[in-house]
């Protein structure tokens, strides 16, 4: 049994390394990403401005939505970009006018196919 326990004190190891590498990436880039399939907690900022940006997508230019965002479970206010395609940026735009600013965002699909759907956190105080 001591080398099941041993195996999972590893991977227990292994898991908080690469969750520790996987913040200070976060924490370099003034962007936000949320991995296919993965989900990521976002405050979202909309007094500091919602504005139209246009990227460059396999060599064609679309237009995306910058919500300006900091992820409250860094400890770190830093302000970052969270660019969306219209259809994810839709369904933002309606959890911010019901009021909400902390938001899930889970993100499905991937390429031009990807789209982020919030659900509503409830807050404390």
Known sequence: ????????EQESIVNKNI???????S???QYVTIQAG????LQFLPQKGINEVEKMYNGQPV????????DPNTGSNTEKFFDVGKRSAR???????????????????????TLYIPTEVSSVG
Request: no cysteine; aromatic share 4%.
């Open 63 to 70: 237009k995306k939505i910058r919500f300006i965002v900091f």
């Open 91 to 113: 369904l933002i735009v309606d959890k911010l006018k019901a009021g909400h600013r902390t938001l899930k965002i889970e993100r499905i699909g991937s390429g031009k196919d």
């Open 27 to 29: 924490a370099s880039s």
């Open 1 to 8: 049994m001591s080398t099941s326990t041993t195996n999972q």
């Open 38 to 41: 993965g989900k990521g907690m």
């Open 19 to 25: 969750s520790d590498i996987d913040k200070i990436l």
